[in-house]
């Protein structure tokens, strides 16, 4: 005979059908050697392709924001979907379509790296008002400094050491 729990489990087990995952992911990724292209005239037509490019592909992109020489994304992983492969799709889409519509003067590319952390439910709209507020951030201080914070933050190294 099966436990009150059991039913409970089972009934919800049946209820939903499928698996279900809400895996939030901050993102923050540089232009190659942080080059400071992502220049006010084009930044938030790069930030809108992100988004759509990405929704196109199933990758649902809730906020993307920068400043000159890098990018924010807050991303909610599907099932199936790593970072990784995330990331290779928004950051080589992202730099062909910039070259492509020649929107800086010189061949834009992203730096190989980026910073990926996870995020509860409950704190996705603190990192989403913090992505939208980037220009807002860095009047007064680096991406240098607000990478490095992060990492601190998160127990890891800095930035600027390999």
Not at 52 to 79: M, P
């Amino acid at each position: 005979m099966k436990t009150a729990r059991g039913l409970l489990l089972d009934a919800f087990k049946s209820s939903i059908g499928m698996s279900w995952s809400r895996i939030w992911i901050h993102v923050v990724f540089s232009t190659k050697y942080r080059a400071p292209v992502l220049r006010d005239e084009i930044r938030m037509k790069v930030f809108m392709h992100i988004k759509e490019y990405a929704i196109s592909k199933g990758i649902e992109v809730d906020v993307v924001n920068g400043y000159l020489d890098h990018t924010h994304c807050l991303i909610c992983l599907a099932r199936g979907q790593t970072l990784s492969d995330v990331m290779k799709i928004i950051k080589g889409e992202s730099a062909y379509w910039i070259n492509k519509n020649k929107l800086t003067t010189t061949k834009f590319v992203w730096q190989d790296d980026y910073w990926g952390v996870s995020v509860s439910e409950r704190h996705v709209p603190l990192v989403r008002r913090y992505i939208l507020k980037q220009e807002e951030h860095h009047k007064g201080k680096t991406f240098e400094t607000e990478i490095n914070r992060f990492m601190q933050k998160y127990g890891w190294t800095n930035a600027n050491k390999n």
